[in-house]
């Protein structure tokens, strides 16, 4: 079971991981050990609700194919394990960005004391500016 948050959690058959050789440098021991993550996701076929399905589905995304499948390739470490939970992590911050519910926005307006203070120190502004006139004797 992967838990994602509080009520939101997965099976583990709903995600196929396989390890593959990383890319890049990494001298004599990278052609030889497949310490890369490549973890597959299919978005339509998990048991998360159709609308968690949907808003994954709906975020643009180049990590998910035409299919509705989310890949995600972990190779930043240099152990299978360090980058099979960092695969698991990204793709928990991935759901839970998706699934994230912002407050709606209540339009507020000012209350008539800041009305009043804006007002009066304009006006003491505007005396302030009249005082720097020409001077007449």
């Known amino acids: 079971m992967i838990f994602i948050s509080n009520n939101i959690s997965l099976n583990d058959y709903e995600v196929e991981i396989h390890a593959i050789r990383a890319q890049g440098a990494g001298g004599q021991n990278v052609n030889k050990v497949s310490s890369a993550i490549h973890l597959r996701f299919d978005i339509n ?12 589905l709906d975020s643009n995304d180049s990590r998910i194919s035409k299919e509705g499948v ?14 099979k939970s960092d695969a698991f992590e990204r793709l928990q911050q991935f759901i839970l960005k998706a699934t994230y519910v912002s407050k ?8 008539n004391n800041a009305r009043r203070k804006r007002v009066d120190q304009k006006t003491q502004r ?12």
């Open 45 to 56: 076929a998990s048991s998360l609700s159709d609308i968690h399905k949907q808003r994954l």
């Open 126 to 137: 505007g005396k302030t500016k009249l005082l720097r006139g020409k001077v007449e004797f």
């Open 70 to 83: 989310l890949v995600i390739k972990a190779q930043q470490f240099r152990t299978q394990e360090k980058n």
């Open 104 to 111: 709606t926005r209540r339009p507020t307006k000012p209350s």
